[in-house]
């Protein structure tokens, strides 16, 4: 039988739930013989190349390029699961939300005290550029997610232990300590 | 202006625990609270700014910046929104030549929603620098507008007769009126003020307590908590300096009948206050008065003054000697959470409305740390009949569990809106057939903190028993979009009026507001109406009623309506996103000066 396909990505997050998934110290060995991955930072794959089990999300969306790499991430994962506060709230980046895009985007750009280099006094606006969306949207505001992780960054146990209860079947072993906060 | 500063807050003795009527005054003289005298005041009652800017900040009618020369405060309750509020509310930014939310730029009008202002049967009404107008209609506004380019004084753009009974009267002269449609047999039975306080010193103290008990009388502000028990609960407090309070907050939209006993029968609710002092040796007083009701101020102090004079207030009162008991009024600044009876002793000591963790109840540890009896306006008045007629009396009215009477504020879709006082234990079918209602969808028992119900649930009847309510009725015909038009409003107070303590209150009602205005949009799945109800049940932790009960309008809704949402929701599929690409990138998009590629 093939191993189970894994997927993750980044959208508007810090990396730190990656390296939450990267904590889980020597078991990564054992994560490798259980899974294949797909389109990761981890294996640098850009882009999917099949159908795959167990999509992983980090960050929520705050530019139409996260939006279509979720919707591509739904599309190709059978399972979606969001990881972490930034995925499952928005987050840190949603600090933002409170504020009007137009004036966080003029004091980023034009009147901030860190502005010195934008001369011409542009918001940036190359079309390449993916396109600013008026807040930060967690990502079940957006796609279906089947699963949330809690945590900044959930811990590694969490991670661990979900991966290993989704390929194998089994129940899931949440003592209280991996999902408290406080 | 410096001196007169200084000399406002030496009126209050420079007590910081003043400072709601030293900034109330101030606003009252300069219109706002300039952020440059923040460091003067806060050092002259001798706080922090820090502290100063927290009160500051907290309440709706505080302003660190002008509001206008003529500020209108207009009403966004449901039922001024039934009455026609959208229309007077173009009509005010057409002919003022600004939108809500703003000053013109002549720096001659401000335009400003409020939440409920106590007037839900004479809708849609504004409160135009502390003066309420009511039953607006374009017409109306368009005329008024003029009249403050004319530069009018405010009193002189009334265009009616002032309101019924004390409205009229040379201390309050409102064109408000108190509607009073039923008067019932309790608050409504002849008065000569001092006849209950007169019993009350004829017994000792603990037997005036039982009395109250033997009446079964309970708290008519809401919660319905015995009135005679709170009392001894007082009473066995370690400390022996207490506080009465009086809650005339009455911020519940819908609710108004406190207004009107305040209006008519202020002194028999003075008087209840002086009982409950006298059972539990009290000294002092405290009306806390929503902002407003402001209008019935110097009506309130002339009572008090009266009753002074009648040795019914002050020193060795009605006879008694040692005696001793006064009050003071405390005006609020808008904030419903103060209605909750630990905001309001925050509020009272000059702070943040915001509630306290509890216990230590406000029997225990209240106004200034002492034992204090928080009890409704018209508890109050009530005590005051119990004592002149008696327990027994008390009891023959009403239902077993539910004695006596209640006062019922009633307003929405019926003929006469209005203010009555019925016995406990009549169906909502006969309240409603009283007030005359037709083609009813639903009613909200007790405001948006109690239950909207259907027509299937007419049979049921008012009391502790089965619907026990502070007696907001709210009627809703057929042509009423239940979801749209009152779920929303509903949960939009909540969201406003939040103190924010809890995260809970901040922000679950946030995501219910969205969840049901996604499924307004028609982007909602049958999912999302579990979610609703899920989600709610978070709440639950929060710690005060305001966000125990700011679900309530969407989980009764959902539990009597289900089919109305069932209606608006997609059953043909698990998810659907309410989320639209090409809207959420277009201000950014204007803002960077580049076209969308979606
Ligand atoms: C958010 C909130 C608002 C309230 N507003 C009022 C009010 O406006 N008037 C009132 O009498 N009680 C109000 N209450 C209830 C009070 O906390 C308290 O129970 C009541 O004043 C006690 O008086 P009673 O026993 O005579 O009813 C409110 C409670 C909450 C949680
Ligand atoms: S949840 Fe925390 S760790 Fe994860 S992306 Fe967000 S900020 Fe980083
Ligand atoms: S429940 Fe809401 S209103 Fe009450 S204390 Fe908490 S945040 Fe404030």
Not at chain 1, 45 to 54: P, Y
Not at chain 2, 150 to 155: L, P, Q, R
Request: glycine share 10%; proline share 5%; aromatic share 8%.
């Amino acid at each position: 039988m093939s191993k189970p396909v894994l997927a993750t990505t980044s959208l508007a997050g810090c990396f730190g739930c990656h390296m939450s998934l990267l904590d889980i110290d020597d078991r990564i060995l054992d994560l490798i013989e259980l899974v294949e991955f797909n389109k990761s930072p981890i294996d640098d794959i850009k882009t999917f190349t099949k159908q795959c089990d167990i999509g992983l999300i980090e960050g929520g969306c705050c530019n139409s390029e996260n939006v279509h790499v979720l919707k591509d991430f739904r599309k190709h994962c059978n399972i979606l699961i969001s990881l972490g506060e930034c995925a499952i709230m928005g987050g840190l980046p949603a600090m933002r939300n409170g504020i009007p895009i137009k004036e966080c985007l003029r004091e980023a750009y034009l009147t901030g005290p860190s502005v010195t280099a934008n001369t011409e006094h542009i918001i940036p606006n190359d079309p390449e550029l993916p396109m600013m969306l008026d807040k930060v949207y967690p990502c079940q505001e957006i796609v279906k997610i089947d699963y949330y992780l809690p945590g900044c960054p959930p811990r590694a146990d969490l991670i661990w232990e979900t991966l290993v209860a989704l390929i194998k079947g089994t129940e899931i072993n949440l003592p209280y300590e991996v999902i408290k906060f406080d | 202006m410096k001196t007169s500063i200084s000399n406002i807050i030496d009126r209050y003795g420079n007590d910081p625990v003043r400072l709601m009527d030293i900034l109330l005054d101030i606003q009252d003289e300069i219109g706002y609270i300039p952020e440059e005298i923040n460091q003067k005041i806060a050092d002259q009652v001798g706080i922090s700014k820090a502290e100063l800017v927290e009160t500051v900040s907290f309440y709706h009618f505080f302003s660190d910046k002008p509001l206008g020369k003529y500020t209108v405060y207009l009403n966004n309750s449901v039922t001024a929104e039934m009455m026609g509020r959208e229309k007077v509310k173009q009509t005010f930014e057409e002919e003022a030549g600004v939108t809500f939310g703003n000053v013109s730029s002549d720096g001659l009008i401000g335009l400003f929603d409020t939440s409920c202002i106590g007037m839900c049967d004479q809708e849609p009404a504004a409160i135009i620098n502390g003066v309420v107008f009511n039953n607006l209609t374009p017409f109306r506004v368009k005329e008024i507008v003029n009249s403050m380019r004319e530069g009018e004084a405010i009193t002189e753009m009334f265009k009616q007769n002032y309101g019924d009974g004390n409205n009229s009267s040379e201390l309050v002269k409102a064109v408000v009126s108190n509607n009073l449609r039923r008067k019932g047999p309790v608050i409504w039975d002849p008065y000569t003020p001092g006849e209950g306080l007169q019993k009350a010193v004829s017994m000792d103290p603990s037997q005036l307590i039982e009395e109250i008990k033997n009446s079964n009388l309970r708290g008519r502000g809401g919660a319905g908590f015995p009135t005679g028990l709170k009392w001894e609960f007082c009473t066995k407090a370690k400390e022996t300096e207490r506080y009465i309070f009086c809650n005339a907050d009455e911020g519940e939209p819908g609710t108004f009948k406190d207004r009107v006993i305040l209006t008519e029968l202020p002194k028999m609710v003075f008087e209840g206050m002086a009982i409950a002092a006298y059972a539990v040796g009290a000294k002092q007083g405290v009306l806390y008065v929503r902002y407003e009701y402001k209008y019935l101020k110097k009506h309130l102090e002339n009572a008090l003054e009266e009753l002074r004079k009648e040795r019914l207030l002050g020193k060795n009162i009605a006879g008694k000697k040692g005696f001793d008991f006064d009050i003071r009024i405390q005006y609020g600044a808008g904030a419903y959470v103060c209605g909750e009876e630990s905001a309001l002793i925050e509020s009272a000591e000059g702070k943040r409305g915001e509630p306290r963790d509890r216990p230590p109840f406000p029997v225990d540890k209240g106004y200034l740390g002492k034992p204090t009896i928080v009890n409704n306006v018209e508890t109050l008045a009530k005590v005051t009949k119990i004592l002149k007629n008696g327990s027994e009396w008390f009891n023959t009215l009403g239902t077993k569990e539910s004695t006596g009477t209640k006062l019922m504020s009633i307003s929405g879709d019926c003929r006469y809106p209005g203010v009555y006082e019925i016995e406990w234990g009549h169906s909502i079918y006969d309240i409603l057939e009283m007030v005359g209602a037709e083609d009813v969808q639903a009613v909200q028992v007790g405001g948006p903190s109690g239950t909207l119900i259907g027509p299937n649930q007419l049979p049921r009847s008012l009391g502790y028993e089965d619907l026990g309510t502070g007696g907001a009725l709210i009627i809703f015909s057929e042509s009423r979009d239940l979801l749209k038009e009152v779920v929303m409003n509903y949960t939009e107070f909540f969201i406003e009026e939040s103190c924010g303590s809890c995260s809970t209150c901040r922000n679950m009602p946030v995501l219910l507001r969205d969840k049901l205005q996604k499924i307004l949009d028609g982007h909602g799945v049958v999912q999302d109406i579990d979610d609703l109800l899920e989600w709610s049940k978070t709440l639950k932790i929060s710690r005060c009623g305001l966000g125990h009960t700011a679900a309530n309008p969407i989980v009764t809704s959902i539990l009597n309506f289900r089919h109305l949402y069932e209606k608006r929701v997609l059953r043909d599929r698990e998810f659907e996103t309410g989320f639209n690409l090409a809207d959420s990138v277009r201000e950014s998009c204007e803002a960077a000066g580049r076209t969308a590629n979606i």
